[in-house]
C-alpha cells in the first residue's frame, strides 16, 4: 500500500508554468478509506476549472446491488458487487474499465430494511492479494493478478455471526502479515463472542482473537500508531437489546486490549457507521449520529482513554471528516434534511460555523449535499452528496465557500465515498438515475489536467 511518485518528464500547463516530475503526485487508493485510512490523499494537480458541462466521463459500467467503493493498486481496479445472486469481485483496467478477471460465490441475502441486498465493505488490496468480506459474511483472499481463491473463511458458521440489521458492513484492514476484521460473532447480552480477530493474511489462520459482547458495527478497523504502539482502533456495536457498544484499542500485534470506551446510543435501531478519525499519537475522533453525537479522545501511556470533550451537534451518521489546521470538518446528521456542514475547533469541541448545503433548483426543487462524503486531494477539498451532487470546497474557520459544482448523476444512496487515483475519480451510483433512466452505474470521471492528460497518452507513468 505504497504511495508513489508519477514520473513524467515534463509537461507545460494551460497557464504556461512547466511541470516536472516532483509536481506531479500519484497514490494508490487500496482500501475504501483511501492510502492514508483518513479520506485523504497527496494527488496533485488535478483539473482546476471544470468543464461547464461537467467533467468527462472516462468510462462508465452497469453494476450490481451495493454500496462498495472501488479500490486501484498495482495497475489494477478492484471492485465488489452483486449480480443477480451472487456476490461478485472484479479486476478492471482503471483507465478503460476493461474486465480482466472476475470471482463469484452465492449468497442468500435480503435487507430487512428495503435497502440494497449487496455488500457494504470493500475491497482490501495488499500486493498480490486482494481480501473482501461479503455481506453474509463470507471472507475470501484472492490472487490480484488472476483473481484465484487461494483461501476463505464462512465467518457467519466459524464465529456464530448474526444477520445484524443491514448484514455485515465492515470492511477489513491489512498490518504487516496481520488481517484484522471486526467478526462480530455470536453476540449476546449475556455472553460475548469473538468480536475482533487477526487473521494471518497468506494463510487464515487466527493469530488472536479478542472476546467481547460489543459486536459488528458498520464502520470499519483503523490501524495507527497510539503513543508508539500500533493499534487497532474498532468501533464495534451490533444489534443488541440494550444497545451497547464503543471504540476497543487493541494491540494489532498480540490483541491485547488496552481501552474499552462506550459510545453508543440508547435506541435500538442504532448503530456506529464512521470509522475513527486519528489526530496523532494520542488523540483519536469518533461519532455516531444519534444521540451522543462526537467525542475527542486522548490516550495516557498506558493507553488508556479520557474525553477532551463531546459534542453532540456534530455526530457523523457513516462520513469520515476531515481535519485541516486544528479543525474538524464534516457533514453532521442523521438524515436529510437535518444535514448540515460544520466546523468544530479541535482544541475545545465549540462548533465555529454551520452551513446547510442546499439549493432550490429552476423546476422548484430542493438538491443539496445533505450527508455528503469529504474527499482531500492535496490542498483541495471535495464533497460528493449523496444524491449525486459534486463540488470543490473552501475551508476555513470563518467558514466554508463553495468554488464549483457539477453533477454527476440524480439518484439518491450515493453512500459510498469516491476513489481517485492517477488524476481519475471513481464514483458509484446506487439506484436508478432519475434524469437519464440510466442502471446503477461504476463511473471514471477526466480530473487530469489538460496537460497531463496529454502527456499520459504518450507516457505511461511508472510507480
Known amino acids: 500500500m505504497t504511495a508513489g511518485i508519477s514520473r513524467w518528464l515534463f509537461c507545460v500547463l494551460a497557464?504556461?508554468?512547466?511541470?516536472?516530475?516532483?509536481?506531479?503526485?500519484?497514490?494508490?487508493?487500496?482500501?475504501?478509506?483511501?492510502?492514508h485510512m483518513n479520506a485523504t490523499t497527496r494527488e496533485t494537480p488535478?483539473?482546476?476549472?471544470?468543464?461547464?458541462?461537467?467533467?468527462?466521463?472516462?468510462?462508465?459500467?452497469?453494476?450490481?446491488?451495493?454500496?462498495?467503493?472501488?479500490?486501484?493498486?498495482?495497475?489494477?481496479?478492484?471492485?465488489?458487487?452483486?449480480?443477480?445472486?451472487?456476490?461478485?469481485?472484479?479486476?478492471?483496467?482503471?483507465?478503460?474499465?476493461?474486465?480482466?478477471?472476475?470471482?463469484?460465490?452465492?449468497?442468500?441475502?435480503?435487507?430487512?430494511?428495503?435497502?440494497?441486498?449487496?455488500?457494504?465493505?470493500?475491497v482490501v488490496a495488499d500486493g498480490d492479494r486482494v481480501y473482501v468480506a461479503g455481506v453474509t459474511p463470507q471472507l475470501h483472499c484472492l490472487s490480484a493478478d488472476k483473481g484465484e481463491?487461494?483461501?476463505?473463511?464462512?465467518?457467519?458458521?466459524?464465529?456464530?455471526?448474526?444477520?445484524?440489521?443491514f448484514g455485515y458492513g465492515p470492511t477489513p484492514v491489512v498490518h504487516g502479515n496481520r488481517l484484522i476484521i471486526n467478526v462480530g460473532g455470536k453476540v449476546s447480552p449475556e455472553a460475548g463472542g469473538v468480536c475482533v480477530a487477526a487473521f494471518d493474511k497468506m494463510t487464515g489462520k487466527a493469530l488472536w482473537e479478542v472476546e467481547d459482547t460489543w459486536g459488528a458495527s458498520y464502520a470499519s478497523p483503523v490501524v495507527a500508531k497510539i503513543r508508539g504502539k500500533a493499534c487497532a482502533l474498532v468501533l464495534a456495536a451490533g444489534e443488541s437489546k440494550p444497545t451497547h457498544g464503543g471504540l476497543l484499542t487493541i494491540d494489532a500485534e498480540t490483541g491485547e486490549v488496552y481501552d474499552r470506551f462506550p459510545w453508543r446510543a440508547k435506541k435500538y435501531e442504532s448503530v456506529l457507521a464512521?470509522?475513527?478519525?486519528?489526530?496523532?499519537?494520542?488523540?483519536?475522533?469518533?461519532?455516531?449520529?444519534?444521540?451522543?453525537?462526537?467525542?475527542?479522545?486522548?490516550?495516557?501511556?498506558?493507553?488508556?482513554?479520557?474525553?477532551?470533550?463531546?459534542?453532540?451537534?456534530?455526530?457523523?451518521?457513516?462520513?469520515?471528516?476531515?481535519?485541516?489546521?486544528?479543525?474538524?470538518?464534516?457533514?453532521?446528521?442523521?438524515?436529510?434534511?437535518?444535514?448540515?456542514?460544520?466546523?468544530?475547533?479541535?482544541?475545545?469541541?465549540?462548533?465555529?460555523?454551520t452551513k446547510d448545503y442546499r439549493w432550490k433548483r429552476e423546476d422548484g426543487q430542493i438538491e443539496g449535499l445533505f450527508r455528503a462524503s469529504l474527499l482531500q486531494a492535496g490542498e483541495r477539498y471535495f464533497a460528493l452528496g449523496e444524491d449525486g451532487l459534486f463540488t470543490e470546497l473552501e475551508l476555513s474557520p470563518e467558514g466554508s465557500k463553495e468554488l464549483q459544482r457539477t453533477?454527476?448523476?440524480?439518484?439518491?444512496?450515493?453512500?459510498?465515498?469516491?476513489?481517485?487515483?492517477?488524476?481519475l475519480l471513481y464514483a458509484v451510483q446506487n439506484t436508478v438515475d432519475g434524469q437519464s433512466g440510466k442502471k446503477r452505474r461504476l463511473i471514471c470521471y477526466d480530473l487530469r489536467p489538460e496537460a497531463l492528460r496529454s502527456e499520459a497518452e504518450r507516457l505511461e507513468p511508472t510507480q
Open 15 to 35: 497557464t504556461g508554468q512547466a511541470l516536472v516530475a516532483d509536481d506531479v503526485v500519484v497514490e494508490e487508493w487500496p482500501h475504501f478509506l483511501g492510502p
Open 46 to 122: 488535478l483539473l482546476e476549472k471544470w468543464p461547464e458541462k461537467g467533467l468527462e466521463v472516462v468510462w462508465e459500467k452497469e453494476r450490481g446491488e451495493g454500496y462498495a467503493c472501488p479500490v486501484i493498486s498495482n495497475g489494477r481496479l478492484f471492485y465488489f458487487h452483486r449480480l443477480d445472486r451472487k456476490e461478485t469481485v472484479e479486476c478492471r483496467e482503471p483507465k478503460t474499465g476493461e474486465l480482466v478477471w472476475s470471482f463469484a460465490y452465492p449468497v442468500e441475502y435480503q435487507d430487512r430494511y428495503g435497502f440494497s441486498s449487496g455488500p457494504r465493505s470493500s
Open 149 to 165: 481463491l487461494l483461501w476463505k473463511k464462512d465467518l457467519a458458521k466459524e464465529y456464530e455471526v448474526p444477520q445484524y440489521f
Open 274 to 353: 464512521s470509522s475513527a478519525l486519528i489526530i496523532d499519537d494520542t488523540r483519536v475522533f469518533i461519532s455516531e449520529c444519534y444521540e451522543l453525537g462526537g467525542v475527542l479522545l486522548e490516550f495516557d501511556e498506558s493507553r488508556k482513554s479520557k474525553p477532551l470533550w463531546k459534542q453532540r451537534e456534530f455526530g457523523m451518521h457513516f462520513m469520515m471528516p476531515i481535519e485541516k489546521d486544528g479543525y474538524l470538518y464534516g457533514f453532521a446528521g442523521r438524515n436529510p434534511p437535518d444535514t448540515e456542514f460544520k466546523c468544530v475547533d479541535l482544541k475545545t469541541g465549540e462548533v465555529m460555523w
Open 407 to 423: 453533477r454527476f448523476f440524480t439518484a439518491r444512496e450515493a453512500w459510498t465515498m469516491p476513489s481517485l487515483h492517477d488524476g
